[in-house]
């Protein structure tokens, strides 16, 4: 199992910024995608980012250019950098893990971000 924690969540303005962290601990394996899913009020649960163990990345259009994934292996966590934040970036955000060679998925519990004025 692969337990995972977000922090970082919070309101802001539109045009601002926020950094989401994620930290997983478990049983690491070591061929892994981590990244970050949202999911907003009667919306779907949708792609944001992902970053694979050998440092591919891969970004949903609506947020490239804005937002930037990056991970730290030795500490097994991800981080989304969030910029020029609008109101349609609203949602939950939700720190994922899929271990590659076994097909399993984690997904943390979820961080809110709220964009307003």
């Known amino acids: 199992q692969v337990r995972l924690v977000e922090s970082g969540g919070g309101l802001v303005q539109p045009g601002g910024s926020l950094r989401l962290s994620c930290e997983a601990s478990?049983?690491?394996?070591?061929?892994?995608?981590m990244g970050w899913y949202r999911q907003a009020p009667k919306k779907q649960r949708e792609l944001v980012a992902t970053?694979?163990?050998?440092?591919?990345?891969n970004y949903a259009d609506s947020v490239k250019g804005r937002f930037t994934v990056s991970r730290d292996n030795a500490k097994n966590m991800v981080f989304l950098q969030m910029n020029s934040l609008k109101p349609e970036d609203t949602a939950v955000y939700y720190c994922?893990?899929?271990?590659?060679?076994?097909?399993?998925?984690?997904w943390g519990q979820g961080t809110q971000v709220t964009v307003s004025s």
């Open positions: 970053t694979t163990s050998d440092g591919r990345t």
């Open positions: 478990g049983r690491i394996f070591s061929v892994n995608v």
């Open positions: 994922y893990f899929l271990a590659t060679d076994f097909d399993a998925e984690f």
